[in-house]
């Protein structure tokens, strides 16, 4: 399944360790997977990859009715590549085709088994009714 996003701004920054300049990419998404996202390439839609090297999570929240997930996130890119052409336009990752086979029970399994490990790991993912 694909999972479609638009890169919402563009960050410059500045390296502290060498000086050179770099930029990271804001998105949104929703997703049906609540498990820890590993995206290892955008595609456009003339399918050509570009490769995240470093992303970091912003923001994750469930909405418990529907089990979907919106995701907040930054990107950069592999070998400092520019993005900007990008900006506003389509793009997509594929999700793990083995989450899609599953019924909506097996997905609150799924949960109760990523809950176990809140005591250790903190909480791993927001619930709907602490916000209300």
């Known amino acids: 399944m694909k999972t479609y996003l638009t890169l919402g701004k563009s960050i410059p920054h500045k ?5 050179s300049l ?6 949104s998404f929703f997703s049906y997977t609540k498990s820890h996202h590993t995206i290892n390439d955008f595609y456009d839609e003339e399918g050509n990859a570009y490769i995240p090297e470093v992303y970091s999570f912003c923001e ?5 009715d529907t089990n979907e997930l919106f995701v907040r996130t930054e990107f ?6 520019d993005m900007d052409a990008f900006l506003h336009k389509l793009l997509y990752f594929k999700e793990p085709e ?7 029970e097996e997905i609150v ?4 088994v ?9 909480s791993l993912i927001e619930r709907k ?3 209300q």
């Open 15 to 19: 390296s502290n360790y060498d000086g």
């Open 22 to 27: 770099y930029k990271s990419y804001v998105t």
């Open 60 to 64: 994750k929240k469930v909405d418990p």
């Open 76 to 81: 950069e890119f592999e070998d400092d590549e």
């Open 98 to 104: 083995w989450f899609h086979d599953l019924t909506h």
């Open 109 to 112: 399994q799924l949960n109760c």
């Open 114 to 122: 990523f809950e176990q490990y809140e005591p250790v790991l903190g």
């Open 129 to 131: 009714a602490a916000n």
